[in-house]
């Protein structure tokens, strides 16, 4: 019953930091409403993404980071220096036609084929660019988990982390490949992505500007 109680508690935390708007979230969105194929691709990389963060703070990520700061500051600064870069693409690209498939009879666009790998790895980098989010699993982890993990408990958390991830965003996804946010997107698109490119580009300036002031 124990280990129970400690994967619901650490699957009710997950989610809603999982739902909690990011650079994510914007990745998906914006992934999605061109083609449903890629916005899941990206959804899976998300949760390549988490499971990755899972992995490495049950093997204590944490504990390295508060060791040697230095490090934990370092990947700080080029995971800010990634949304940056993804930050401005998305802002340079707002002009940009967009290609989109013809949408079905159900009014949804069909999957398209041939960049599903390329968007999973996009997903990821993603998803692992920001190293608080591995901070904030070793916290949760270090809130529920017994300070003896038994293997099942080892395995099953893991694995929880990858469906809660991958789920979230696939709902997005899935939701914002309909007809009625893809033409609403493209109507603004322009706007919508100089905003996103926006977000993202500060949300890696404040990732940056924190390891240059030393992670306060």
């Known amino acids: 019953m124990d280990n129970t109680l400690s994967l619901l508690g650490i699957a009710g935390a997950m989610a809603v930091g999982a739902m909690s708007p990011g650079p994510s979230f914007v990745m998906v969105a914006r992934t999605a409403v061109a083609s449903r194929g890629d916005g899941l691709a990206a959804a899976l990389g998300m949760g390549a993404g988490g499971l990755v963060f899972a992995i490495a703070a049950m093997a204590g990520l944490q ?76 916290s949760i982890f270090a809130a529920f988990l017994p300070r003896e993990v038994p293997l099942v408990l080892a395995l099953a958390v893991p694995a929880v982390i990858f469906c809660i991830e991958t789920g979230w965003y696939a709902i997005v996804a899935l939701a914002l490949s309909s007809a009625a946010p893809r033409s609403a997107y493209l109507r603004y698109k322009t706007w919508i992505d100089r905003a996103a490119g926006g977000v993202m580009g500060l949300l890696g300036l404040r990732l940056v500007w924190s390891a240059v002031r030393g992670g306060h």
């Open 63 to 138: 504990a390295a980071f508060l060791a040697v700061p230095a490090l934990y500051l370092a990947i700080k600064g080029f995971g800010g220096a990634y949304l940056i870069y993804l930050g401005i693409r998305i802002w340079r690209g707002a002009r940009q036609p967009l290609n989109v498939a013809p949408a079905d009879s159900s009014g949804n666009s069909p999957r398209q084929q041939g960049r599903g790998g390329r968007t999973f790895l996009l997903g990821l980098a993603t998803q692992v660019s920001n190293p608080k989010t591995a901070v904030v699993y070793a």
